[in-house]
């Protein structure tokens, strides 16, 4: 079992590495190339100094030859300022490769994700996401670095190494590194140990990312309900297994070192007795024997930093699998192959017995049957959890329905292209989103280009050019992050604006005056009323007074319409929407029961 684990962790390893330099290190292969050549150089450079030793010690400080002496030296100038100017360049090279590399794997992250369905960001957490796109990018660019160096300039400095200790003492040579073998079995299992601690700390600096994005933005509520030492006791409590899962990693990476020093010294020691014996003895000149010992331990880094490299590839290919993991997440959501943009749109919305279900168990809409005509306007009332929202979620194909069907003027919105479906719909929310950006951005957001006076246009409409103009920089304002340094009613008015800005056909309006004073939504209903006209509308509305003209109101309950008909039709009936309508207007019962009379006369 444990050797089919072992072989199953090399073909992960063997595909990660692939997917990495075949996708997205390949397409800067020619700047690779002339990195390369730079550090064959500095390799090359590297050996000639160790070479030069012998020339050094025999010619000049043996022999006392003057005229070495300055050859010697001169030589030894032009070999370092050789090498300091091919290690600038191969520097400058692998990094841009590196960052290039992995600021194109961030684009692509994010462009993948953007294509992803709604249904996956409500599975997953935000930190964890955003943990995935710094940290683990992070511990990526210092392995792709380190990879890129360790493959180009310390194999090639230890290949030129070598061969200056071979040309020196091939026997000494393959007597020296007899013990580098003996390390490689404690530093693959090292490195194994590296890449589960390494996948377990970046998942707990996601869930870290998630906790501290909570508390920052429900800042007031912990204030509020004096949760303070509770929340310091949870960041404690992350903060400590972070720190543990870090420490643990040193510790294992640490491991390498001992291994590495103790098999280096014993090179040392053989070199050194061999060696200074052959001197003893006369049968090996003092500068040979330096010339030797140099290279050996101008070998023994790189050496080192390719034995300790499994451990660091091991943390990068742990980030790279939970990058890959975003990677191939696969939209469900998409465009058929018959699926056609749409051009002009009337706006009929049919829906033709629809269930939905979020997940296995019980379905959020059952057999949902039900028709809005192009300008007119339909109510979708009744209590939290019915399904009135999910009913608007798969109008723009948000979710798809698994059953039934759901047509815009006739034709089965799976046949339009999701980006014209979508391009002919405007949403305003009770949950409004607004970017850390302007006012005027804000408004403008999906119709790009629009001028200022098109988006001051709608903020009149939207009720909501008076506020901003009041404020210091107008348009200009930036608004913070959600909008925080706006009320609850500006931001809905400023969402609305939007939807206004857009000037789609179909309208969903999904709780869009929750946020507002009495006079303030009186104020935007009517401008929604004109907004309103001639287009499509579906709004969801826990008053019932913001609904009462509607042209049908649609009663849900439990996913299911249990009641249909207008105002004063519902009220006749006295069902669901009566009983509704009793509850919040229970001060005006007289009011409803005339109404009620009035209908039946």
Not at 8 to 18: I, N, S
Request: charged letters at 20%; a neutral charge; glycine letters at 8%.
């Amino acid at each position: 079992m444990s050797a089919e684990f072992t072989e199953v962790g090399k073909t992960r390893t063997r595909l990660l590495v692939h997917r990495l330099v075949a996708d997205h290190v390949r397409p800067h292969i020619g700047l690779l190339l002339l990195a390369l050549i730079l550090m064959a150089v500095v390799a090359a450079t590297t050996a000639a100094l160790a070479f030069l030793m012998e020339t050094i010690l025999d010619d000049v400080f043996t022999a006392r030859d003057r005229a070495t002496l300055y050859v010697t030296a001169t030589v030894v100038m032009a070999v370092f300022l050789v090498k300091g100017i091919a290690t600038y360049g191969q520097n400058v090279l692998v990094s841009y490769v590196g960052q290039r590399v992995l600021a194109d794997l961030q684009k692509s992250m994010f462009t993948h994700l953007l294509r992803a369905d709604l249904a996956y960001f409500y599975g997953q957490s935000s930190g964890g996401l955003i943990s995935r796109f710094i940290n683990d990018v992070e511990k990526m660019r210092g392995t792709v670095a380190a990879v890129l160096t360790a493959i180009g300039r310390d194999t090639l400095t230890i290949v030129f190494l070598v061969g200056i200790m071979f040309y020196q003492d091939w026997l000494l040579t393959l007597a020296t590194f007899f013990a580098f073998p003996t390390a490689i079995l404690p530093l693959v299992r090292i490195g194994r140990r590296m890449r589960k601690v390494s996948a377990n700390t970046q998942h707990e600096l996601g869930q870290f990312t998630t906790f501290l994005n909570e508390v920052f933005q429900g800042a007031r509520h912990v204030k509020a309900y004096g949760m303070e030492d509770y929340e310091r006791a949870r960041a404690g409590t992350v903060i400590e297994q972070i720190f543990q899962l870090v420490f643990r990693a040193a510790r294992t990476k640490a491991a390498a070192y001992p291994i590495m020093e103790t098999i280096g010294g014993s090179a040392i020691v053989v070199v050194i007795c061999y060696g200074g014996w052959q001197v003893i003895e006369g049968t090996r000149s003092t500068g040979t024997f330096f010339s030797f010992v140099t290279a050996l331990l101008l070998a023994y880094d790189p050496v080192k930093k390719l034995v300790n490299l499994n451990a660091q590839l091991q943390e990068g290919l742990a980030a790279a699998e939970r990058v890959f993991q975003i990677m191939d997440v696969e939209p469900r959501i998409v465009d058929g192959p018959r699926a056609e943009p749409v051009q002009i749109v009337k706006g009929d919305i049919g829906f033709e017995e629809v269930t939905f279900a979020y997940s296995d168990d019980k379905p959020a809409l059952h057999n949902v049957t039900f028709s809005v005509e192009a300008g007119r306007t339909v109510a979708l009332i009744g209590p939290s959890g019915a399904g009135k929202s999910t009913i608007l979620n798969l109008i723009p194909r948000f979710f798809e329905a698994e059953i039934g069907r759901i047509t815009l003027d006739g034709v089965d919105i799976r046949e339009i292209t999701i980006a014209s479906l979508r391009a002919n719909i405007a949403l305003v929310s009770q949950d409004v989103t607004l970017f850390d950006d302007t006012i005027e951005a804000n408004i403008a957001y999906g119709r790009v280009g629009a001028t200022a006076e098109e988006i001051k246009e709608a903020s009149r409409h939207a009720a909501a050019d008076a506020f901003i103009e009041a404020l210091p920089e107008g348009y200009s304002t930036v608004v913070g992050e959600h909008g925080m340094k706006l009320s609850g009613g500006q931001r809905q008015r400023i969402a609305i604006a939007r939807a206004m800005l857009k000037d789609s056909p179909i309208l969903l309006l999904d709780e869009a005056t929750s946020s507002l004073d009495t006079e303030s939504e009186r104020a935007v209903q009517s401008a929604l009323a004109e907004l309103m006209r001639g287009r499509t509308t579906i709004v969801i509305a826990h008053r019932l007074s913001t609904v009462q003209s509607a042209d049908m109101i649609h009663v849900i309950e439990a996913g299911k319409i249990v009641e249909t008909g207008r105002h004063l039709e519902l009220l006749a009936r006295g069902g669901v929407y009566a009983k509704l309508h009793r509850l919040q207007f229970s001060d005006s019962d007289g009011a409803a029961i005339a109404e009620v009379a009035q209908i039946r006369s």
